[in-house]
Structures are given as C-alpha cells and as structure tokens.
C-alpha cells in the first residue's frame, strides 16, 4: 500500500502524534509512507529519521481557492501514485481534497478528533462532498456533532464507524492507590479556555472551604498561565496549587496522584483521561462531550453536572474521603482501557479499513 498523511500545520499536538505513530504503523508492514507537511515544522522534522518520504506542503487561509496550489498538490500527489490518504484537519480538507481526487487516490480518509463541526459554505461542501470518501470519527461525541450541525456536507453512507484513540499500555502501568494522608489533585493539560482550569480552581476553593487538605498539581503550559495564575492568588490556593509547567514524562506524573480531576469543557477522546484511568486513578469530569464514552459513571469515576462547579468539588469530595472507592474505581478504569483504549488494538483496526 502507498498511503499518505497530509496535515498542513506547523505545530506539534494529538493529531500530529497520531499521524506520525500511524505511519510508523504502516511502515512496519512494509508500506511506502508519504508526509504532506510544512518542511519546516514539527511533523517533518519528527518524520526525517523515520524512513519516510516527506513532501512539503504551505498552506495558507487562501489556499483552497488557489489554483496553482491545487495543481500543485494534484501533480505531487500523481507522481506519488497513492493508495490511500488520510487528512486531519477541516483546514486541510477544503485546501486540498479536491486535488487529491483529481490525482486518482483510491480512498480519501478524513480522520476528525473534535467535536466541532465545519461550516457548511460552498467551499466546505464542495471539498466534503467531492474529495472525501470516508469520515472517521474518534468518538460518538464527535460524530453527532458532525452531522447534527453540518448535514449538508456528508451523505450517510461515507460516516465509517468509530476508531478511538488509544495509548501504550506498556508506557502507563496499573499503579492504584497510591496515597498515604494528604490527597493529591492532579491533571495534565495545556492551559488554555478549552481545558476549563478557571472552573476547576473554584472548585478546590469550595473543597478548602469545607475543610479538606490537599495538593492539585497541574502539569502544562498555555496561554491562560498568566490569568489562571493570578486567579489561584484571587482564591487563596496558592498553598493547594503547583503549576509544575511542561512535562515529557506524563506516564510518570500520573502516577503520583490519587484523582485525576478533569474540567474540559469538551474533547474528542480525552487522552490524558484514559492515560490516568490506565494506572488506575479514578477520575472525575463533567459531563459533557465525549466524557460519558471515556469516564464509567460511579464506576471508574464521576461525572460532575457540567460546568457545574459546587458539583465538580462535591465529586471530588466523596473520592477525597473514601480511599477504598478510589482503589475500586482505580480498577475499574484500568479495564476500560484495556477493553477499548488499546493502542495496538486500534491502529490495528485503523489498518485494515485503510488497506481494504
């Protein structure tokens, strides 16, 4: 098979870690592998010593209705002679698709980790309708959305079925309970809107105000730093908070804590969540997006009412104080991603739907 990965961005995240582990996937069963990618950016520069042939691709906002791009995406992707390529990104998709069906690539994948939908703009439904011949979707969460609020840009029969992400189960190994007297809070996110960490303080406030001791740790850089910092001095948690920065090793912070709260206010699969419940940490989230098909409820750990901050602490609290109950649903969330968050299951999966 000769099958590319066509993501235009310069930046290193999820999506760009998937592509790359999945090519390396093809790789190992023998397959020619193609990066469409910024030559100067992270996916490239992580792909070189790989044994894949990288192709340099710059997008702009303008590009999907540059011809001279198309023509030249069209004769890159000709000269490759693909099987199969799979794209990313919404972005990538109304740039690009359309060239690489007019090259004659067999079978045009969409790959979509958000739950958010594209608009439905001509340019959209076009690229969508013409230039895509499956959407696979990480989760539910990210399915409904999709159809619920773009209709027009995919007919039923192109929705394939669900392919969730997964991790290493040999990189996070069951650790359990791990706590002696003081509680340690944890999670592993960039601080950012999306990652809900303004909810999440108030939170631990309600819980110091109710008498609790504890320590929430929170791994990760991003651009809300500076306000979230100024809002644990607002509250008082300048005792109960570490801001610990960036961390290579998440497998090994993971493993110092007893909770894993979680206060995204939405995701397609939650990689850091399945990461914590794979050592055996209970987790508590809202309910909200994708967190019901990660999270068991009052099994391997709580869904908060969303956004609900007095509801997030009260979850907390009831795991705070039942040290047999974190161990129980520890375990709990250690099945569950073995059941369904298996990395070598699930690229095994995603390989026999592109190689059929």
Not at 160 to 184: H, K, M, R
Not at 216 to 240: D, N
Request: a positive charge; aromatic letters at 12%; glycine letters at 6%.
């Amino acid at each position: 098979m000769r099958i590319g990965f066509f993501n235009g961005y310069s930046i290193w995240g999820g999506g760009e870690k998937w592509h790359i582990e999945m090519a390396k996937n093809c790789h190992d069963k023998g397959d020619k592998v193609f990066i469409y990618s910024p030559i100067d950016g992270e996916l490239a520069k992580r792909s070189r010593d790989l044994g894949f042939h990288i192709r340099d691709v710059q997008i702009t906002k303008n590009s999907y209705f540059n011809i001279f791009f198309y023509f030249k995406v069209k004769a890159m992707i000709e000269r490759d002679k693909l099987d199969v390529l799979v794209f990313n990104s919404f972005r990538d998709v109304r740039s690009a698709a359309l060239a690489v069906k007019a090259a004659k690539v067999k079978k045009v994948v969409l790959r979509c980790g958000m739950p958010i939908a594209p608009k439905q703009s001509l340019s959209y439904r076009l690229a969508f309708q013409r230039g895509i011949d499956y959407f696979v979707p990480i989760s539910e969460a990210v399915r409904d959305e999709f159809k619920n609020k773009s209709p027009l840009l995919l007919s039923e029969n192109k929705y394939a079925p669900v392919i969730a992400n997964g991790i290493d189960l040999d990189d996070f190994s069951y650790v359990g309970e791990t706590s002696e007297e003081l509680i340690t809070l944890g999670n592993a996110v960039r601080l950012s809107h999306q990652k809900g960490l303004d909810m999440l303080l108030p939170s631990l406030k309600i819980l110091k105000e109710r008498g609790h001791h504890f320590v929430m740790k929170i791994a990760g850089t991003g651009e809300e730093s500076e306000s979230l910092e100024k809002l644990r001095s607002e509250l008082g948690l300048e005792k109960e908070v570490e801001f610990l920065g960036h961390t290579d090793d998440v497998a090994s912070f993971v493993k110092t804590i007893d909770i894993y709260a979680f206060t995204s206010r939405y995701e397609g699969t939650a990689r850091s969540m399945i990461e914590a419940m794979a050592c055996g940490k209970p987790v508590v989230a809202f309910n909200t997006s994708s967190m019901k098909e990660v999270v068991a409820d009052s099994k391997s750990g709580f869904l908060a009412e969303a956004f609900s901050e007095e509801d997030f602490a009260n979850k907390l609290e009831i795991l705070i104080k039942d040290k047999n109950l974190r161990a129980q649903f520890g375990k709990n969330g250690r099945q569950i991603v073995e059941e369904k968050f298996d990395k070598k299951k699930n690229f095994a999966r995603w390989y026999d739907f592109l190689s059929k």
